[in-house]
């Protein structure tokens, strides 16, 4: 399985941006799949998740109510809607799948296959 993300880019505070996250290689339908991210000077971090058929998604709290997460298994595409946008949100977004039949989770150490990132920058 590969994963492409596109869709980051430079937007004010407030701003919005939709990360989409491309896979090949193999069906989506088996995968749990989640965004991460790693700020300047952090290390990466679990931003959310979703399962299999997309019933069942995890966000961090400081981005709860302003992300949503989806997936479209048909066209091996997974989303990642991103609005009201803060300076924090700032860094290099990630997709990320496991074949698991599991809940998702937005711990790294459960996923195995990594896009190559794309670029989210904030500014004030």
């Known amino acids: 399985l590969q994963l492409v993300e596109s869709g980051g880019g430079s937007v004010q505070h407030g701003g919005s941006l939709r990360l989409s996250c491309v896979a090949s290689?193999?069906?989506?339908?088996?995968?749990?799949m989640g965004w991460f991210r790693q700020a300047p000077g952090q290390e990466r971090a679990g931003v959310s998740c979703?399962?299999?058929?997309?019933?069942?998604?995890v966000y961090i709290g400081s981005v709860e109510g302003r992300f949503t997460i989806s997936r479209d298994n048909a066209q091996r595409t997974m989303y990642l809607q991103m609005n009201s946008l803060k300076p924090e949100d700032t860094g290099l977004y990630y997709c990320a799948a496991v074949n698991s039949s599991r809940i998702c989770s937005v711990d790294e150490r459960e996923y195995f296959y990594w896009g190559q990132g794309t670029q989210v920058t904030v500014s004030s």
């Open positions: 290689g193999s069906t989506l339908v088996d995968y749990v």
């Open positions: 979703i399962s299999r058929s997309s019933d069942s998604v």
